[in-house]
């Protein structure tokens, strides 16, 4: 798999600024043609609406640079991981969005944030219902059936793309 996303720069894509310990900052997604690439901001040059070479973030989160007697991992709200994990669902048959969706899917259901309703086999494909517990709404999760190596490997580059703990 092309993958493609640098480690944070802790420090400004726009004007080059860099971020100290504390700092607030944004993080956004931006799709390449079977990638993501994240891209950091410093608050002032942030602007959802700008368009650059790789057109407007499919998804993006404010977090801050983790102080030096925090644990290095960077806190993303759950509802942040709710919204990427929606948006992937308009492109279920890109291997990376697919396999995404699947791994945040279980993720949201750890979290308690989405439920296990039922399972749904279709053209010798299978799909995860899930329903989120707040608004009852569902969800169907294409199951790419991964093996524990692939799956391992999906992980890490979530946890490496939103700069947080998988857990
Ligand atoms: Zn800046």
């Known amino acids: 798999m092309d993958w493609n996303i640098a480690e944070s720069q802790r420090c400004c894509t726009k004007c080059d600024c860099e971020f100290d310990d504390g700092d607030a900052y944004f993080s956004a997604l931006y799709e390449t043609s079977e990638a993501f690439l994240r891209k950091d901001f410093c ?9 650059d070479e790789h057109g407007r973030p499919f998804s993006f989160w404010q977090t801050e640079v983790p102080r030096e007697e925090e644990p290095k991992k960077v806190f993303v709200d759950t509802n942040v991981i709710f919204d990427f994990f929606r948006q992937l669902a308009e492109e279920e048959h890109i291997s990376v969005k ?42 169907r999760v294409l199951d790419p059936k991964l093996s524990e190596e692939e799956l391992d490997q999906v992980k890490a580059e979530l946890t490496q793309i939103l700069e947080t703990e998988l857990v």
């Open 98 to 139: 697919r396999n995404f969706r699947y791994i945040l899917g279980l993720m949201l259901m750890r979290k308690k944030k989405l439920k296990l309703k039922d399972v749904v086999r279709e053209d010798g494909k299978e799909y995860l219902v899930l329903r989120r517990s707040r608004t009852q709404e569902l969800h």
């Open 43 to 51: 608050p002032r040059c942030w602007d959802e609406s700008d368009e």
